[in-house]
């Protein structure tokens, strides 16, 4: 054996141990695979992933010590479906019982934890869990979140309700790794969510400083780490007996200096890294000898080698019944690998990528929960189940889920290679193109499917003269079980329309010369939709004169008053000419002076604060030998963020649906061309409705200059000492408090926002909400700021080579809500303005602009039940997820068991219900308060519901049967509290996430 010689200096250099304790080191082969980031998910699996599945199981079936964890789906799965031999899939299955090959995690990707929105982290956490629950029998325990850049408080609590036992993380700030390290406080029992509290606690495993890799500084590791990847089987000895890579092999001490960091003897030595095992027969082979040899010189060592899986390790710990500390509801984020290294730049990484990202999902989920109503009621209707399913499950020959993969930490993050963005939107448009096919397959639907008491008197048409008009039907589905009433708007080619609902009604609209498309209109037009509910609206656009008819007066034709352009130069006394916009809730203030906002007062508790807002931008390096850059990950600000205007000009249009105001801001005095704008639309009309309260903006913004980052600055004369609250993944919030640092503060003090963020003082509450996920900071009282996008090159070798700069030339607009009043009001409603804004109407126009022909038939609504939730609970999703396992776990294992590789069938009759509590214990007196629904009747508009179970997270455990390790705690022994359901009652606690099978008649 040729490692020998190398052996004999390894027992010479390493000291005796004197420890009375053994140390125990648990070698975890695994082999991290980034489901895109520098190479495509196809040319990963050509390059290595296809060839770690084949080669780690034949490795594994060769030598009995062998294992292995296996961690993304997205890769094991094609390797199954597309390359794995019936020789391979019966090892797998082998391996599996042996415990020798263990699934971890379980979802499709390693999710991203602080862009991500909560929804997506379940959805691909469900697929994965589906497609291992009905292929194996097999569900997952343990999580390896050794990747996402800073870890939330939000993921714990969704492994605790998958059913996990144990969590493991490692991206965390070095100051804190170091201090949690020195004083062995890298474990902890972690209480994710402030109300759930010991209900979803959960062991955490926090990698220490070596991370997920094997050490690659050791001298021995110079070129190939402990992982002989790719090294052909070494070659004869040199003369002289020393290898050119080998001088002083230090497992041994590196084992021991681990142990030091923990309370246990117990070491988890990661055996990997990113792209490894490709050629596992060399890194097993090689590592059998070093492990072997360790063991038969063990009592000298005073360490024992094993290879492990991270479940034998949990286990071992979790042995020990040692008490652990407790961790509440905070998380490790922002995330630094040093002072000048502060992970907050890709928060705001490719804006585009981040807002078609949760586009495509909202889409997802209101094509799911239409199709969901649709399947049962028509379940053998003109729209085919299984071609339905397709769409929203699509397929490239194999179960590869569009819309889920891009939650992969450089995913969602956008800090892929351009190549690697591309891949994930074209992936993304073909998800949202089969969600578009199938809603517009179901809102198409022949009137024949009409129930006898849908059918609607005759429309009293026309309401326009008949002959000079054109018409279009607008078909608009609410996809939140709650009712809404909104605007919504539609691009249209013509300067006058009429609107009305399916009862031939006219509704309140208004038209205006469009903001962004200036030789098009933009038509707004109030909704009233029930939960889960859609409506047929019809547009005439009268080609001639309106004249006088009722209809017509209807629509509200809204001119737009133009300001002169102001300069900055020329600003004197600000604040002196004001000028009101205002609605039911607000008075807004523009300051004609300037043309930017002045002040905001919430009529309701009149009360005013002075808000400006502002572009500006960051000025960023790209020269490495020049300072610190901003990069994909990495944010580094030289200074503050500077005006980026020297001049502005407005547009107010005065409306009766909605009051715009449209902001252009100019780069240079006298620029022809705007460089930024902002719209920012007040809705009136909406007496008494919660509408009013939504101050929309949208950005336009890009192409940027290269080495800018463009932040939209709101200061306001709030007292919040740049206190911050953002939220986590949209499910809880978290207090920022301002941080001074040595160095580079402004980066440090930058916080993911997913869904909702907040500045207040004692007396206002400002909320912005977002659709897409941003970078956000409050760097000065009363001021929030947030980027909305960053253009980047540097001269990083590492940077240039994998093409990792962030040269994004794109254009991107976002939208923001802002919501305003005190801290008590915007309490109450905001977690819930969040959600409509995430799930607006879907508005799809059915055909072109036409003549009007003979009547058409009678309006269609075919499900003209409502579907209602109460406005704390949310309906997060209602699908039919499609695995055929049996829900009882018994039965699954002998379904398996007895049924070899037989082909899966559809399961089309089990409908997956999940519902969250919106707010935390003691947020709102009202409706921080448990709920009770009966689920019987919550879906009466959808079907007759027979039977009920209550699921874990993901659908896998019933409930009932799902035990967690306990760990004890220096606050004592938590305990799981399980809620039942008994005639369809469910009591849903503050922060409860609740999954249901529901089977109708
Ligand atoms: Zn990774």
Same mark, same amino acid.
């Given at each position: 054996m040729f490692l020998f010689f190398f052996f004999v200096l390894l027992l010479m250099t390493t000291s005796e141990n004197d420890a009375a304790e053994r140390i125990q080191a648990f070698v975890i082969p695994h082999s991290h695979m980034d489901v895109g980031w520098v190479y495509t998910v196809k040319e990963s699996m050509h390059a290595y992933a296809s060839n770690v599945y084949s080669s780690v199981v034949e490795e594994l079936s060769r030598v009995k010590s062998r294992k292995f964890i296996a961690v993304e789906q997205e890769f094991f799965r094609l390797w199954w479906v597309n390359v794995a031999s019936d020789w391979h899939k019966k090892q797998v299955k082998q391996l599996l019982q042996e415990g020798r090959l263990e699934f971890i995690i379980g979802g499709q990707v390693m999710h991203d934890e602080a862009v991500t929105d909560v929804d997506d982290a379940i959805l691909q956490l469900t697929e994965g869990h589906g497609f291992l629950y009905e292929t194996f029998g097999v569900r997952p325990r343990f999580s390896w979140h050794v990747d996402p850049f800073g870890a939330s408080a939000t993921t714990p609590v969704l492994f605790a309700l998958a059913g996990f036992n144990a969590h493991l993380i490692s991206r965390i700030d070095y100051d804190l790794k170091d201090v949690m390290q020195k004083n062995k406080k890298l474990q902890f029992v972690w209480r994710g969510s402030a109300s759930l509290l010991e209900k979803q606690e959960i062991f955490t495993h926090t990698m220490d400083q070596f991370s997920y890799c094997t050490p690659s500084y050791l001298p021995f590791s110079n070129r190939s780490g402990f992982y002989w990847n790719g090294v052909a089987l070494f070659p004869d000895p040199p003369k002289d007996g020393i290898y050119p890579n080998m001088s002083l092999p230090t497992m041994v001490d590196n084992i021991k200096q681990r142990a030091q960091w923990f309370k246990t003897s117990h070491v988890l030595w990661p055996w990997g890294c990113d792209k490894q095992f490709y050629n596992a027969s060399v890194q097993f082979m090689n590592m059998d000898v070093m492990v072997n040899y360790i063991n038969t010189h063990s009592d000298k060592y005073g360490v024992a080698v094993q290879y492990a899986t991270l479940g034998d390790y949990f286990q071992a710990v979790h042995q020990t019944n040692l008490s652990w500390d407790v961790r509440g509801s905070k998380d490790f984020l922002p995330y630094s690998t040093e002072s000048f290294q502060a992970w907050t730049g890709f928060y705001g990484s490719r804006d585009v990528l981040k807002g078609i990202a949760r586009r495509a999902s909202s889409l997802l989920h209101a094509a799911e929960s239409l199709f969901t109503r649709y399947s049962i009621s028509y379940p053998d209707g003109p729209v085919p189940r299984e071609w339905a399913l397709e769409k929203l499950k699509p397929c490239v020959g194999l179960s590869q889920r569009y819309i889920l993969s891009v939650q992969h930490h450089d995913g969602i993050t956008g800090t892929e290679s351009p190549k690697v963005a591309d891949m994930y939107m074209q992936h993304l448009m073909q998800g949202m193109m089969g969600a578009e096919e199938l809603l517009a397959a179901i809102f198409l639907l022949p009137h024949s499917l009409e129930h006898s008491n849908n059918i609607h008197p005759p429309q009293t048409r026309p309401i326009v003269e008949k002959k000079d008009v054109l018409e279009q039907h607008v078909i608009v589905y609410n996809p939140l079980a709650w009712n809404i009433s909104s605007y919504i708007n539609v691009s249209v080619s013509y300067a006058m329309a009429v609107v009305l609902d399916d009862d031939g009604k006219p509704v309140p609209a208004q038209i205006q010369q469009s903001a962004t498309n200036s030789s098009g209109y933009d038509l707004f037009f109030v909704v009233e939709l029930g939960g889960l509910q859609y409506r047929k609206y019809l547009v005439q656009f009268p080609q001639s004169h309106c004249g006088s008819g009722s209809a017509c007066r209807k629509t509200h034709v809204a001119r737009i008053v133009k300001f002169k352009r102001k300069y900055l130069s020329h600003w004197k006394s600000t604040g002196r000419k004001l000028l009101p916009v205002l609605n039911e809730c607000y008075k807004l203030m523009f300051d004609q002076e300037t043309n930017l906002l002045h002040s905001i007062t919430d009529r309701h508790e009149k009360r005013s604060i002075l808000v400006q807002q502002d572009f500006c931008e960051y000025e960023a390096n790209g020269d490495v030998n020049a300072g610190p850059i901003s990069d994909n990950y990495i944010f580094t600000a030289n200074g503050s963020a500077v005006l980026a205007y020297k001049s502005v000009a407005m547009e107010i249009v005065p409306g009766k649906v909605v009051s715009e105001i449209r902001q252009y801001f100019y780069r240079n005095e006298d620029d022809k061309n705007h460089t930024y704008s902002v719209v920012t639309r007040v809705p009136v009309g909406f007496q008494g409705k919660l509408a009013c309260h939504r101050l929309e903006q949208s950005y336009k913004v890009g192409p940027l200059e290269v080495n800018r980052e463009t932040v939209f600055r709101t200061s306001t004369s709030l007292q919040n000492n740049r206190t911050l609250f953002t939220d986590n993944n949209g499910y809880q919030m978290m207090r920022r408090t301002y941080k001074n640092f040595v160095n580079n503060t402004v980066a440090r003090n930058y916080y993911p926002v997913v869904r909702a963020a907040y500045i207040e003082d004692d007396s206002c509450r400002v909320a912005f909400l977002t659709e897409r996920a941003h970078g956000v900071a409050s760097l000065s009282q009363g001021q929030f700021e947030v980027m909305l996008h960053r253009c980047l090159w540097n001269n990083q070798e590492w940077n240039l080579g994998y093409n990792l700069t962030l040269n994004d030339s794109s254009v991107v607009r976002p939208i923001l809500w802002m919501i305003l009043g005190s801290p008590a009001a915007v309490s109450s409603i905001y977690?819930?303005?969040?959600?409509?804004?995430? +799930?607006?109407?879907?508005?799809?126009?059915?055909?072109?602009?036409?003549?009007?022909?003979?009547?058409?038939?009678?309006?269609?609504?075919?499900?003209?039940?409502?579907?209602?939730?109460?406005?704390?609970?949310?309906?997060?999703?209602?699908?039919?997820?499609?695995? #055929?396992?049996?829900?009882? +776990?018994?039965?699954?294992?002998? #379904?398996?068991?007895?049924?070899?590789?037989?082909?899966?069938?559809? #399961?089309?009759?089990?409908?997956?219900?999940?519902?969250?509590?919106?707010?935390?214990?003691?947020?709102?007196?009202?409706?921080?308060?448990?709920?009770?629904? #009966?689920?019987?009747?919550?879906?009466?508009?959808?079907?007759?519901?027979?039977?009920?179970?209550?699921?874990?997270?993901?659908?896998?455990?019933?409930?009932?049967?799902?035990?967690?390790?306990?760990?004890?705690?220096?606050?004592?022994?938590?305990?799981?509290?399980s809620g039942m359901t008994k005639d369809f009652n469910v009591t849903i606690f503050p922060k409860e996430i609740r999954t249901f099978f529901i089977y109708f008649k």
């Open positions: 977690q819930q303005e969040a959600l409509e804004l995430q +799930h607006r109407p879907v508005v799809m126009p059915i055909d072109k602009p036409q003549k009007l022909w003979i009547q058409k038939g009678k309006s269609i609504q075919p499900f003209d039940q409502p579907v209602v939730l109460p406005q704390n609970l949310h309906m997060q999703t209602l699908s039919i997820p499609g695995w #055929n396992y049996s829900p009882n +776990h018994t039965r699954q294992l002998q #379904n398996l068991g007895s049924g070899g590789d037989k082909h899966f069938k559809i #399961n089309f009759d089990r409908i997956l219900l999940r519902v969250t509590h919106l707010y935390e214990e003691g947020e709102d007196p009202v409706l921080s308060k448990p709920t009770t629904i #009966n689920l019987k009747e919550v879906m009466q508009g959808i079907g007759e519901v027979t039977k009920v179970m209550e699921r874990s997270l993901t659908g896998t455990w019933d409930i009932s049967d799902l035990q967690r390790w306990s760990w004890k705690t220096n606050t004592g022994v938590g305990k799981t509290v």
